[in-house]
């Protein structure tokens, strides 16, 4: 059994406010409780794992020291924000083994997300936090055992840091995450007009885009639930968001029905998403024909599902 809690369902930065108070304004926290070998696991630091540290405090911490990880999918700020707010960190006796990608060679993860704990940023230093914190790099890896049955998948994803999808299998119960990504597409000139047109390359450009995609959804196949990023509908998307590493609802879906996921929840929504427009884009895309082999919703704060 897992057990999935959303503590963060936003993109891009918090936005707290009278109209999102239903969906949540807090951005990516996730966490994953696997209570038969008693592991508890984070999926990125982003503001909501402020509440997520409350919560450990009032019902972790009196049965003796926390034990966590925390996975981060990339070092975008969103991402990794609340990280000075998570409170266990400040307490002796915590063990906190932090995983996640580096865009560049030469700054180790412990740098890029400490950076933001200087006092020119935070009040708090780095050398402040009593807990034990250990840092562990991460790369594109098909089976890592993580022990107690354990199972982890990683796949780059396509944004425009490197950034990490996550797959979790244990016994009979896999949870996948894929974001802040979207599709690969073809990068080369496709207009047979254009006077730079070269027909091989475009050829080449196209089949690796699609082979990209298909591995990605090899990646999350069968799923018994998958995070996916979602942040624009498909004509917001087209209308100046390509290239920006997000995915329009109707892309995540047809890739989760082609990849047979049994729950696909809806992920990273715009900062500028009222509760009311989430209402409707649910009302529109999680009925019908979209929800007949897929159980299909907007993920939620404080949003709960046993695996």
Same mark, same amino acid.
């Given at each position: 059994?897992?057990?999935?809690?959303?503590?963060?369902?936003?993109?891009?930065?918090?936005?707290?406010?009278?109209?999102?108070?239903?969906?949540?304004?807090?951005?990516?926290?996730?966490?994953?409780?696997?209570?038969?070998?008693?592991?508890?696991?984070?999926?990125?630091?982003?503001?909501?794992?402020?509440?997520?540290?409350?919560?450990?405090?009032?019902?972790?911490?009196?049965?003796?020291?926390?034990?966590?990880?925390?996975?981060?999918?990339?070092?975008?700020?969103?991402?990794?924000?609340?990280?000075?707010?998570?409170?266990?960190?400040?307490?002796?006796?915590?063990?906190?083994?932090?995983?996640?990608?580096?865009?560049?060679?030469?700054?180790?993860?412990?740098?890029?997300?400490?950076?933001?704990?200087?006092?020119?940023?935070?009040?708090?230093?780095?050398?402040?936090?009593?807990?034990?914190?250990?840092?562990?790099?991460?790369?594109?890896?098909?089976?890592?055992?993580?022990?107690?049955?354990?199972?982890?998948?990683?796949?780059?994803?396509?944004?425009?840091?490197?950034?990490?999808?996550?797959?979790?299998?244990?016994?009979? #119960?896999?949870?996948?995450?894929?974001?802040?990504?979207?599709?690969?597409?073809? &990068? @080369?000139?496709? !207009? +047979? *007009?254009?006077? =730079?047109?070269?027909?091989?390359?475009?050829?080449?450009?196209?089949?690796?885009?699609?082979?990209?995609?298909?591995?990605?959804?090899?990646?999350?196949?069968?799923?018994?639930?998958?995070?996916?990023?979602?942040?624009?509908?498909?004509?917001?998307?087209?209308?100046?968001?390509?290239?920006?590493?997000?995915?329009?609802?109707?892309? #995540?879906?047809?890739?989760?029905?082609?990849?047979?996921?049994?729950?696909?929840? &809806? @992920?990273?929504? !715009? +900062? *500028?998403?009222? =509760?009311?427009?989430?209402?409707?884009?649910?009302?529109?895309?999680?009925?019908?024909?979209?929800?007949?082999?897929?159980?299909?919703?907007?993920?939620?704060?404080?949003?709960?599902?046993?695996?």
């Amino acid at each position: 059994m897992i057990q999935v809690k959303f503590w963060g369902v936003r993109g891009s930065i918090p936005c707290p406010g009278p109209n999102t108070m239903k969906y949540g304004g807090n951005t990516a926290c996730i966490e994953l409780r696997f209570p038969e070998v008693n592991r508890h696991i984070i999926i990125d630091a982003g503001s909501g794992i402020r509440e997520l540290a409350n919560s450990m405090l009032k019902n972790d911490l009196p049965k003796g020291p926390i034990s966590t990880e925390i996975y981060l999918s990339h070092t975008h700020w969103d991402h990794i924000m609340g990280f000075p707010f998570f409170v266990p960190a400040y307490i002796p006796g915590t063990t906190i083994k932090v995983y996640g990608p580096v865009t560049y060679e030469d700054e180790p993860l412990e740098a890029v997300v400490g950076g933001q704990m200087k006092y020119r940023y935070f009040p708090v230093n780095m050398g402040d936090l009593a807990g034990n914190i250990e840092y562990h790099r991460l790369k594109e890896d098909p089976h890592i055992d993580l022990g107690d049955g354990i199972i982890l998948s990683t796949a780059i994803i396509n944004h425009p840091i490197t950034a990490l999808g996550y797959r979790f299998s244990f016994r009979d #119960a896999v949870f996948c995450t894929a974001y802040d990504t979207e599709p690969y597409r073809n &990068l @080369f000139i496709t !207009d +047979p *007009e254009h006077p =730079d047109y070269d027909e091989l390359m475009a050829y080449e450009g196209e089949q690796a885009a699609r082979e990209q995609n298909l591995l990605l959804e090899q990646f999350f196949a069968g799923a018994d639930l998958l995070v996916h990023d979602a942040q624009y509908t498909q004509e917001e998307y087209e209308n100046g968001k390509i290239g920006w590493g997000h995915t329009s609802i109707e892309s #995540a879906i047809e890739a989760a029905k082609r990849a047979g996921v049994k729950q696909l929840a &809806l @992920f990273h929504h !715009d +900062p *500028e998403r009222s =509760d009311s427009q989430l209402d409707q884009m649910s009302e529109s895309y999680c009925q019908g024909e979209n929800g007949r082999n897929m159980e299909l919703f907007f993920a939620r704060e404080g949003q709960e599902i046993i695996l």
